[in-house]
C-alpha cells in the first residue's frame, strides 16, 4: 500500500483519485491543483471501463486504510448470510462500524490513522473497556469513550478544534461528566460514504474477480 504517513504522499493520492478522502486527514487537497499529478488543467487523461471501476475500490482502501488483502476480507463477510441488503451496503456497513473509523467520525481522531494510533495504545474504551483492537466492528448500543489522559492529548484536542467532518445520524455524542462520548444507535448505510463514491462501479470491479 502507498505511504499514506507524509502530507504529501496523501495529499497525491486524493489528486490522482480526484476526490477528498477525509479519512486521510487534513482538507485541501484539491484547493490548489484539482487535477491528477503529472497534469495540468487543460489536459485530463482518458478513463478506461477498467480504470473507472479501479479508481472507485482505491478510494475506499485509501480512505479507510486497508491493504487489499483486508478489503477483500471484508468483502466475503459481507456477502455471507441472506438478507435483502446488498453485499455492498453490508460491506459499508462493516467498514464505517470498524472501531478506528467510529473513534475518526465521532471527531476523536483528526484521521483514521491518528484513530487507529488512539485505538492501539490502549486509550479508547468500548462499554467501558480497553479495546485496542482498530478492526474490531462495533455494534449499535456500544459506547466509545476514550481513556482520561487521552482527552488531554493533542490528538484529541487538535480534532475536537479543527473538527474534519460532521458527526453522522447513525452515532450519537454527548457530553457526560465533562467528557464526550459516542454510541452507535444504527447501522451504517452506503450514503454514509463521506466521499463521492459510485457503488455500482465498485461492485463491478469485484464481480470478475475472486475475492
Given amino acids: 500500500m502507498a505511504n499514506t504517513g507524509k502530507k504529501s504522499a496523501r495529499f497525491k493520492i486524493q489528486r490522482r483519485l480526484g476526490t477528498e478522502l477525509p479519512g486521510l486527514g487534513k482538507a ?19 478513463y478506461s471501463d477498467f480504470a473507472l471501476r479501479l479508481e472507485e475500490k482505491q478510494k475506499i ?10 478489503l477483500r476480507r471484508f468483502i466475503r463477510d459481507s456477502k455471507r448470510g441472506g438478507g435483502n441488503e446488498s453485499w455492498i451496503t453490508k460491506l459499508v456497513g462493516l467498514l464505517e462500524s470498524r472501531l478506528d473509523n467510529v473513534v475518526f467520525r465521532l471527531g476523536f481522531a483528526p484521521s483514521i490513522k491518528s484513530a487507529r494510533q ?21 455494534k449499535p448500543g456500544q459506547v466509545i469513550s476514550l ?5 488531554e492529548g493533542q490528538t484529541y484536542l ?32 452506503l450514503e454514509h460514504v463521506p466521499f463521492t463514491f459510485d457503488s455500482g462501479l465498485f461492485t463491478e470491479y469485484y464481480a470478475a474477480r475472486k475475492v
Fill in 28 to 46: 485541501g487537497a484539491l484547493e490548489r491543483r484539482p487535477y491528477p499529478p503529472g497534469e495540468n488543467g487543460n489536459k485530463r487523461k482518458k
Fill in 61 to 70: 482502501r485509501f480512505h479507510y486504510i486497508l491493504r487489499e488483502k483486508q
Fill in 118 to 138: 488512539l485505538v492501539s495504545h490502549g486509550h479508547v474504551l468500548v462499554d467501558g473497556k480497553v479495546l485496542n483492537i482498530g478492526s474490531a466492528v462495533v
Fill in 147 to 151: 481513556k482520561e489522559k487521552a482527552y
Fill in 158 to 189: 487538535h480534532a475536537k478544534q479543527n473538527p474534519r467532518l460532521e458527526v453522522p445520524d447513525y452515532l450519537k455524542k454527548e457530553e457526560k461528566n465533562g467528557k464526550e462520548e459516542g454510541e452507535i444507535v444504527a447501522t451504517p448505510r
